[in-house]
């Protein structure tokens, strides 16, 4: 009888810590509320996302990437790493291209306050702000992993989540591979994932010249089967 009530409670506890793993981390999970995962599908549109950055010359590089093929993105940058690129990051808006807060100091946000969580996010809106002169209405979670609070704490300061659709899994692949991977997670209103930096790692700490070699193949093979790239604001409800 002990065994059984014993085995019950294993499968209980294996079934809740898969379902949390479930709606903390998988991309496509609204349990903790709302998010953008993909945009509307008529006209093949795609977004291009980096996270991480600004990382030197990574992102200098994709930004020139981008300007020869005219191609729209959109960077969550960390707080920390935009203290330390200020720069580079009015280089992004002043190309044309959007930038969103992916946290301070990147941390994992799940089981942690909500007290926490709201000064991780207001003190990268702040970062930000002093640097592009205003505060981004766009968020993307350290590790794509959502808590309880973050959501609300999103909504009272008038900001959307944004997770992806696809990704070139570019923390662990090579060109090759990130651009396989990409390609075949690519489907009408995706909202891609790559990086330009790791974590809030300092230049030398980071390669991330496996998604500098990707993305123009990324770029004509998306082009080349009839998708367009455009902001990702195209993709959020207007307001
Ligand atoms: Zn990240």
Same mark, same amino acid.
């Given at each position: 009888?002990?065994?059984?009530?014993?085995?019950?409670?294993?499968?209980?506890?294996?079934?809740?810590?898969?379902?949390?793993?479930?709606?903390?981390?998988?991309?496509?999970?609204?349990?903790?509320?709302?998010?953008?995962?993909?945009?509307?599908?008529?006209?093949?549109?795609?977004?291009?996302?980096?996270?991480?950055?600004?990382?030197?010359?990574?992102?200098?590089?994709?930004? #020139?990437?981008?300007?020869?093929?005219?191609?729209?993105?959109?960077?969550?940058?960390?707080?920390?790493?935009?203290?330390?690129?200020?720069?580079?990051?009015?280089?992004?808006?002043?190309?044309?291209?959007?930038?969103?807060?992916?946290?301070?100091?990147?941390?994992?946000?799940?089981?942690?306050?909500?007290?926490?969580?709201?000064?991780?996010?207001?003190?990268?809106?702040?970062?930000?702000?002093?640097?592009?002169?205003?505060?981004?209405?766009?968020?993307? *979670? *350290?590790?794509?992993?959502?808590?309880?609070?973050?959501?609300?704490?999103?909504?009272?300061?008038?900001?959307?989540?944004?997770?992806?659709?696809?990704?070139?899994?570019?923390?662990?692949?090579?060109?090759?591979?990130?651009?396989?991977?990409?390609?075949?997670?690519?489907?009408?209103? #995706?909202?891609?994932?790559?990086?330009?930096?790791?974590?809030?790692?300092?230049?030398?700490?980071?390669?991330?010249?496996?998604?500098?070699? #990707?993305?123009?193949?990324?770029?004509?093979?998306?082009?080349?089967?009839?998708?367009?790239?455009?902001?990702?604001?195209?993709?959020?409800?207007?307001?």
């Amino acid at each position: 009888m002990l065994l059984i009530a014993l085995a019950s409670l294993a499968v209980a506890g294996l079934v809740v810590g898969f379902w949390l793993w479930w709606a903390c981390a998988v991309p496509t999970s609204q349990f903790f509320g709302p998010a953008l995962i993909r945009g509307p599908q008529e006209g093949k549109p795609i977004a291009l996302t980096f996270d991480d950055g600004p990382a030197s010359p990574f992102t200098e590089q994709i930004l #020139a990437i981008l300007r020869a093929e005219r191609v729209p993105a959109t960077f969550f940058l960390c707080g920390k790493s935009v203290e330390g690129n200020p720069d580079l990051v009015r280089r992004i808006v002043a190309e044309g291209h959007a930038v969103g807060n992916h946290t301070y100091s990147h941390p994992l946000l799940p089981l942690r306050s909500r007290r926490r969580i709201a000064a991780e996010i207001d003190r990268a809106q702040d970062v930000i702000e002093k640097v592009v002169g205003y505060r981004p209405r766009i968020f993307r *979670p *350290p590790y794509g992993a959502r808590w309880f609070g973050l959501v609300p704490t999103l909504r009272e300061r008038g900001m959307h989540m944004v997770m992806w659709s696809a990704t070139g899994y570019d923390w662990k692949k090579d060109a090759p591979g990130i651009v396989a991977a990409t390609l075949q997670e690519l489907k009408p209103g #995706a909202v891609i994932l790559l990086h330009d930096g790791r974590e809030t790692r300092p230049a030398g700490q980071v390669d991330r010249s496996g998604t500098v070699q #990707a993305l123009p193949d990324i770029i004509a093979a998306a082009r080349r089967r009839g998708y367009e790239f455009v902001p990702l604001e195209d993709f959020l409800p207007s307001s």
